[in-house]
C-alpha cells in the first residue's frame, strides 16, 4: 500500500516538474531560439527556394525540347483503294520531335529577367524576415526584463512598507503616532499590493509573449541574464536608407513592371520555331486480288522532318494592345509608390 501512494504522488508531481522547466537565457541566444522557431522565417525561406525553381524553369524555354509519341489505331471497314483493300487494323505510329525557339519578340528573355528579379525580392523579403524576428525577440526579452524589475521594484517598496506599518503600529501602541497615521500606512500599503499584482500579471503575460516568440512550452519559466542596455551610438548618424528591403523590394516592383511590359509586347510580335522529327509507322497491309490470286503486301516505313514554323498574330480583337495598356498602367503605379515612399 505505501508503495502505491510513493507511485501515485511520483505520478503526480512529474507533470508539475515538467511544467516547471526552467531556462537561462541571454539576448543572442533568445535570437537564434526565435529565428530557429519563425515559421514566416521559413516561409521566406522556402520562398527563395521557390525562386530559385522558377529560374531553372525560366532557363529552361530557351533549350530545345524532345517529346515522343505513339499511337494505335484500329479501323474498320477496310478501306477501297482503286480494287484494293487498305486494311488498318492495329496500325502503329510512333515518332520523336525536337523542337527549338528561334525568336519569341522577346518573351523569354523577359521571363527569365523577371525570374532574376523575383529571386531578387525573394532575398530581400527573407532579410526583412529575419529582421523582424529579431526585433519582435528584442522586444519580448526587453520588455519581459523590464516588467520584472517593475516587479522587484514593488516588492522592495512593499517591504518598506510593511516594515513601516509595523513601526507606526508599535507607535500607536505607544502613543507616538495616531490611527489616522496608521490608516494612511494602510491604505498605500493597499494601494502598493494592487500595483504588485498588476505587474506580476504583466510579467507573466511578458513571459507567454516571449515564449511564443521563441517557440517553447508556455508553462516554462524564463531567467533573462542580459539584464544590461549597452547601447553605443555612432559619432554621426547615418540617414541612408538605401539597404532598407523595403525600399529595395519597392525598386524590383518597377523593374519587374518594366518586363511585364516587355511580356505584353512579345505577344503581338512573330514567333519562330524549329522542329525537327522522325515518324515511323507500320502494321497496314494493303490486299489486292490479280488473276483470281491474293497479293498481301505489309507497309511499314519511316520518315524524318525538319520544319519552321512561323505565327503572326494577325487580328485578335485589340487584346493584345490592352494588354500593353495594362502593363503601362502597373508599371505607372509600381513608380509612383517608389515615387511615394523616396520623397
Not at 477501297?80 to 487498305?86: E, Q, T, V
Not at 513608380?335 to 520623397?343: E, F, H, I, P, W
Request: aromatic fraction near 6%.
Amino acid at each position: 500500500m505505501k508503495k502505491i501512494i510513493v507511485l501515485c504522488v511520483a505520478a503526480l508531481s512529474l507533470p508539475i516538474a515538467i511544467a516547471q522547466e526552467k531556462i537561462t537565457l541571454t539576448q543572442a541566444e533568445c535570437r537564434q531560439m526565435a529565428l530557429a522557431h519563425s515559421e514566416d522565417l521559413q516561409k521566406a525561406d522556402n520562398a527563395v527556394m521557390q525562386a530559385e525553381l522558377d529560374k531553372d524553369i525560366a532557363f529552361a524555354a530557351y533549350l530545345p525540347k524532345l517529346d515522343a509519341t505513339a499511337t494505335g489505331t484500329y479501323m474498320f471497314p477496310d478501306m477501297d483503294m482503286m480494287g484494293a483493300k487498305l486494311q488498318m487494323r492495329g496500325m502503329y505510329l510512333a515518332g520523336i520531335s525536337l523542337t527549338q525557339p528561334i525568336y519569341a519578340g522577346g518573351q523569354i528573355r523577359a521571363g527569365n529577367r523577371l525570374s532574376e528579379i523575383g529571386k531578387d525580392c525573394a532575398l530581400e523579403n527573407q532579410r526583412k524576415a529575419r529582421m523582424q524576428v529579431i526585433a519582435d525577440a528584442d522586444n519580448a526579452y526587453w520588455t519581459y526584463i523590464a516588467v520584472l524589475w517593475k516587479v522587484r521594484m514593488l516588492e522592495s517598496y512593499k517591504a518598506q512598507m510593511d516594515t513601516l506599518f509595523r513601526q507606526t503600529e508599535s507607535g500607536v501602541s505607544a502613543g507616538m503616532a495616531t490611527e489616522n497615521d496608521l490608516l494612511r500606512i494602510t491604505a498605500k500599503k493597499s494601494e502598493i499590493h494592487y500595483q504588485l499584482q498588476k505587474a506580476e500579471n504583466g510579467a507573466n503575460l511578458c513571459r507567454l509573449a516571449l515564449c511564443n516568440v521563441l517557440g517553447c512550452d508556455l508553462d516554462t519559466s524564463i531567467e533573462p541574464t542580459d539584464t544590461v542596455i549597452k547601447v553605443s551610438l555612432p559619432a554621426e548618424l547615418d540617414t541612408d536608407i538605401s539597404m532598407r528591403p523595403e525600399l529595395r523590394l519597392l525598386h524590383k516592383q518597377v523593374e519587374a513592371a518594366e518586363q511585364q511590359v516587355k511580356m505584353s509586347r512579345a505577344e503581338v510580335l512573330p514567333t519562330i520555331g524549329l522542329s525537327a522529327g522522325y515518324m515511323y509507322f507500320g502494321n497496314i497491309k494493303m490486299k489486292s486480288e490479280v488473276g483470281g490470286q491474293s497479293f498481301t503486301q505489309k507497309i511499314e516505313d519511316g520518315n524524318a522532318l525538319v520544319s519552321v514554323l512561323v505565327n503572326i498574330p494577325l487580328f485578335h480583337w485589340g487584346e493584345g494592345t490592352q494588354k500593353i495598356k495594362k502593363a503601362r498602367l502597373d508599371l505607372q503605379n509600381a513608380q509612383l509608390d517608389l515615387q511615394k515612399n523616396t520623397r
